[in-house]
């Protein structure tokens, strides 16, 4: 006769047994699938013992190899007076005119970006509803976001991209790819750009950028989410190439009302494999 079955909340004293199970490939599809409900558990010591990435395309040409060693931050960010600002990342190097306007630097951001990356994001907190995280929420420390920069810098499908004028970052764009090895070719986007530079094409400059350092790093797809009143930024995804896939219905709790938020995405024209 079967025993009890208790339910329960899952806590930091679950990680050894957790990771056990994730090392077993009949259940490995669950993690992949469940995962993200739990991302206290990723940033606390998941990733150390994690298996070796697995080429995400058979096949296919990818730059890099590695999966991302942090997990994605669901949301982003749209300022109002800015045409996009709410989920994406890139990497330049590429043939062509630079995203953005001419003023604005755009970089992939290393360990040493970490101060400056926090406080812009910190920043963002504070003056826009359009982040996840509202003031004070983020517990995020200068070593720690540097460490997950360097792992990113070494990933093959996630990167961080930082817009600068002047010598100050005004804004910033993430892409993060995925853990496993049937999303590795998906990254989800994260955008934030300060007010101040709103109006000035920064947005769609590191949107631009994220685009073409996924095509580059054999990415297949990307999506994020964007809150469904937020027709400035949706109205910039849709003309930099991402499509409406789903809704949320009152998922998110801004100022008192609860607000939808939509799934967009779009899949990258292919680029065929050199001839061995």
């Given at each position: 006769?079967?025993?009890?079955?208790?339910?329960?909340?899952?806590?930091?004293?679950?990680?050894?047994?957790?990771?056990?199970?994730?090392?077993?490939?009949?259940?490995?599809?669950?993690?992949?699938?469940?995962?993200?409900?739990?991302?206290?558990?990723?940033?606390?010591?998941?990733?150390?013992?994690?298996?070796?990435?697995?080429d995400p395309l058979a096949g296919r040409r990818v730059a890099g190899r590695g999966a991302l060693q942090h997990p994605p931050q669901r949301f982003a960010h749209v300022n109002e007076n800015d045409p996009v600002s709410d989920h994406a990342a890139g990497d330049p190097g590429k043939a062509g005119p630079p995203p953005g306007p001419p003023d604005a630097r755009m970089r992939a951001a290393g360990p040493d970006d970490a101060a400056?990356?926090?406080?812009?994001?910190?920043?963002?907190?504070?003056?826009?509803?359009?982040?996840?995280?509202?003031?004070?929420?983020?517990?995020?420390?200068?070593?720690?976001?540097?460490?997950?920069?360097?792992?990113?810098?070494?990933?093959?499908?996630?990167?961080?991209?930082?817009?600068?004028?002047?010598?100050e970052l005004v804004g910033y764009v993430e892409l993060t790819g995925g853990t496993f090895h049937r999303n590795q070719a998906t990254a989800y986007v994260v955008i934030g750009v300060l007010a101040a530079a709103g109006g000035k094409g920064v947005g769609r400059g590191l949107l631009e950028e994220g685009k073409r350092w996924a095509a580059a790093h054999g990415m297949h797809r990307l999506e994020l989410t964007v809150m469904a009143h937020n027709h400035r930024a949706i109205g910039l995804y849709q003309r930099t190439g991402f499509s409406i896939e789903g809704r949320r219905s009152e998922c998110l709790l801004i100022d008192g009302q609860f607000i939808d938020e939509l799934y967009m995405a779009m899949v990258l024209p292919q680029t065929p494999a050199d001839p061995a």
């Open positions: 006769m079967a025993g009890r079955v208790t339910l329960r909340p899952v806590s930091e004293n679950d990680l050894p047994l957790l990771r056990k199970l994730a090392q077993d490939p009949q259940l490995a599809g669950e993690f992949e699938l469940y995962g993200w409900y739990a991302p206290m558990l990723y940033q606390r010591g998941w990733e150390k013992n994690r298996r070796p990435a697995r400056a990356l926090l406080g812009l994001k910190r920043r963002l907190d504070q003056e826009t509803s359009f982040m996840l995280l509202e003031a004070g929420e983020r517990d995020a420390s200068v070593p720690a976001l540097a460490r997950e920069l360097e792992s990113a810098a070494r990933s093959g499908n996630s990167a961080v991209i930082v817009a600068e004028i002047g010598g």
